[in-house]
């Protein structure tokens, strides 16, 4: 996919823009830069093989992302888990809580009280 070396010495401030073209900056324009592109090109390993591209939706800017859904398939373990901080946090049950959620719990009031 990169440019070969040979064309590193073709490449000059006056024929820059047909370039960008051709190597697919740019659309290319005549044939010649088209010829140019599929050149460089050939022994790329296009993945999208069977998927559209909308072109015209994303030159007139109505292209819209589809958002999907995907469900977390969370084991019961991590549900309890999380089942019983939510218990603790209702009823203040601090014996049943991990000392590292409890430091960090004090330090987040003792932070909190400091401000104001």
Not at 8 to 24: A, M, P, R, V
Not at 74 to 92: H, P, Q, T, W, Y
């Amino acid at each position: 996919m990169a440019i070969d070396k040979k064309y590193i010495g073709k490449i000059t401030e006056d024929n820059l823009d047909d370039w960008l073209h051709s190597t697919g900056f740019l659309y290319p324009r005549n044939e010649k830069q088209l010829d140019r592109f599929n050149k460089l090109f050939e022994d790329y390993d296009f993945k999208l093989n069977n998927v559209t591209i909308d072109v015209t939706s994303i030159l007139n800017g109505t292209l819209c992302n589809k958002t999907k859904i995907v469900p977390l398939n969370l084991s019961s373990d991590f549900n309890n888990e999380i089942e019983s901080l939510r218990m603790v946090a209702r009823k203040g049950q601090s014996n049943n809580l991990p000392k590292h959620i409890i430091d960090k719990m004090r330090n987040k009031h003792r932070d909190s009280d400091d401000k104001e």
